[in-house]
């Protein structure tokens, strides 16, 4: 099990750009894939992001090529460039770390994540 510590995010009109940033703490050797979720308001949480330990990366149908997830080489931070940020973006923005993603369930099957940072919100104006 991992800990992770989110920062960045914070508000910007649309067409404008924000990072998030997620520092993770502990043992990471048995942790494969890591990953962003969102969740605005009286809405389910969606996967937005993952990036295996190899460096693949999978994005949500939603992203449409605006964000990036990246991670450094050693694996403790995990970032998400957004950018082209539209209002339907504005949400809570979390990280996340999984033993293994992507199988038969789905990229972003939640159950697979067993350790999430705290949330940061990310709010887009029109």
């Known amino acids: 099990q991992v800990e992770l510590e989110q920062s960045g995010g914070g508000s910007v009109q649309a067409g404008g750009s924000l990072n998030v940033s997620c520092v993770i703490s502990?043992?990471?050797?048995?942790?494969?894939?890591m990953g962003w979720f969102r969740q605005a308001p009286g809405k389910e949480r969606e996967g937005v992001a993952v990036i295996y330990s190899g460096g693949r990366t999978v994005y949500g149908d939603s992203i449409k090529g605006r964000f990036t997830i990246s991670q450094d080489n050693a694996r403790q931070t995990l970032y998400l460039e957004m950018n082209s940020l539209k209002p339907e973006d504005t949400a809570k923005y979390y990280c996340a770390a999984a033993i293994y993603c992507g199988g038969r369930r789905g990229t972003f099957n939640e159950d697979d994540f067993n350790a999430w940072g705290q949330g940061i919100q990310v709010t887009v104006s029109s």
């Open positions: 502990g043992d990471t050797s048995n942790t494969h894939c």
